[in-house]
């Protein structure tokens, strides 16, 4: 899945952002005093693909980037949002920040912030697309399903959840979803502290 991001409404270009994200992640890695060979081997990737995307040459999965920032002990939305400013509590519909990889989509309810502890997005899934694998961090994690239909897997159960459903579970627990359904899957998704 390739990273993107844009603004509803906004053209927004890949290669801009996958050279943001390089940027912020070259400095996190630096800051936190990583060689590359260390941080690939605390997330689990290979240097050269770490390499690749802070040249803007590659852009990671949810899953890969989820990892990077938990290895430099920050979150996805730090390490590619650009500075948004913000007039008051309200983000209308047409002005919030989108990050798309592949067939999903993470429309943002609550702008990033560092030592935000909330995270709210409502996650845009096409079908069959879904998480790439489990992820597992610290917190608590509480979903409702606006539209469509999604498997949700939490450790080693399965669970098939439609329109009006809800969950919620410790982040601690290996969880990932995937769209079964024929349909975009839309779901309210919140988290703290902030992971994505």
Not at 39 to 46: E, H, N
Not at 96 to 117: F, N
Not at 164 to 186: E, K, L, M, Q
Request: charged residues 20%.
């Amino acid at each position: 899945m390739a990273l993107d991001s844009a603004t509803p409404g906004t053209p927004g270009t890949t290669k801009a952002v996958a050279t943001t994200l390089g940027l912020k992640l070259h400095h996190a890695r630096l800051v936190a005093g990583f060689t590359l060979l260390q941080l690939a081997q605390k997330a689990g990737c290979s240097e050269s693909l770490i390499s690749k995307i802070e040249r803007g040459l590659a852009t990671p999965s949810l899953t890969m980037l989820h990892k990077l920032a938990v290895a430099l002990d920050t979150n996805i939305g730090i390490l590619t949002s650009e500075e948004i400013p913000t007039s008051g509590p309200i983000i209308r519909h047409n002005e919030r920040p989108v990050i798309k990889a592949g067939g999903i989509a993470l429309e943002r309810l609550v702008l990033p912030k560092r030592g935000g502890l909330l995270q709210a997005n409502i996650h845009i899934v096409s079908p069959g697309e879904g998480s790439d694998g489990l992820i597992e961090h610290s917190g608590e994690e509480v979903g409702y399903v606006l539209e469509g239909t999604l498997e949700l897997t939490l450790g080693e159960v399965r669970y098939d959840i439609g329109p009006g459903d809800a969950f919620s579970f410790p982040s601690n627990v290996p969880h990932g979803y995937r769209n079964t359904g024929s349909d975009i899957a839309r779901v309210l998704w919140v988290n703290s502290p902030a992971t994505f």
